[in-house]
């Protein structure tokens, strides 16, 4: 039998702590399950925090894109973890994902083009496991107005509401605006109900004299604009 795999950490040698040895040998050192079963803090009676880091990574085919998409619900399935921990590693997450807007630099003032709207709303729209539809209200400059949740589904589609997009519009006096939604699947394919949800609000839209300017498509590491592909 491996009685290693019994031992608790503080069992360990030093050196193969993973706390200390992100202190002694930096955070580098760490693999990604070690530094994942630092956020746990503990195991379980029959694992280590280490070999219940591993475990939930593999969950994930050890895929660190795919393990930033999971929920605490999700989490709390392993034993071991309440929602403390789960919301630890969460919020770990969504850390991680900001750093990365933030290195990306600041959100353009204007958008005139694809790559600017993905820009702007590419933050709120990756890493997510379920699908959202939101709407960018622009102005005549094509200045950023706001940002607005219009719905959200699962992982392969959302009802949206056409009357809540021209509402959020008109009260943003924008006079254009451009649609988004994510494909969780990541798949940057164009679907027949993506062109008929499109059609519908820029008809409606242009009823109420504002343009749709586009409907991006976002994946966690890229998009598909509509404007670009000449579907608008």
Not at 16 to 41: C, F, H, V, W
Not at 108 to 122: G, L, N
Not at 137 to 143: C, G, I, M, N, T
């Amino acid at each position: 039998m491996d009685t290693d795999k019994k031992l608790s950490i503080t069992q360990w040698a030093i050196e193969d702590r993973p706390r200390e040895k992100l202190l002694y040998q930096g955070s580098m050192s760490l693999t990604t399950a070690e530094l994942i079963a630092i956020l746990l803090g503990s195991g379980n009676n029959t694992e280590s925090a280490v070999d219940l880091a591993k475990r939930i990574y593999q969950s994930h085919n050890n895929d660190l894109a795919s393990l930033f998409k999971t929920t605490i619900k999700e989490l709390k399935q392993f034993k071991g973890i309440g929602e403390a921990k789960a919301v630890t590693i969460v919020a770990s997450f969504e850390l991680a994902r900001r750093y990365n807007t933030a290195k990306e630099g600041k959100a353009p003032e204007a958008i005139r083009s694809s790559s600017d709207a993905h820009r702007v709303i590419a933050p709120v729209l990756t890493g997510l496991n379920h699908e959202e539809f939101w709407m960018i209200s622009l102005s005549q400059s094509l200045k950023t107005i706001a940002k607005h949740k219009i719905g959200q589904g699962g992982i392969a589609a959302t009802y949206v509401d056409i009357r809540l997009v021209l509402q959020k519009a008109i009260l943003d006096n924008a006079t254009s605006i451009i649609i988004c939604h994510n494909h969780p699947s990541g798949t940057r394919s164009i679907s027949n109900q993506d062109k008929a949800i499109t059609l519908k609000i820029k008809t409606a839209a242009n009823l109420v004299d504002i343009q749709l300017h586009d409907h991006i498509i976002i994946t966690d590491d890229s998009y598909v604009s509509f404007a670009d592909e000449g579907i608008l």
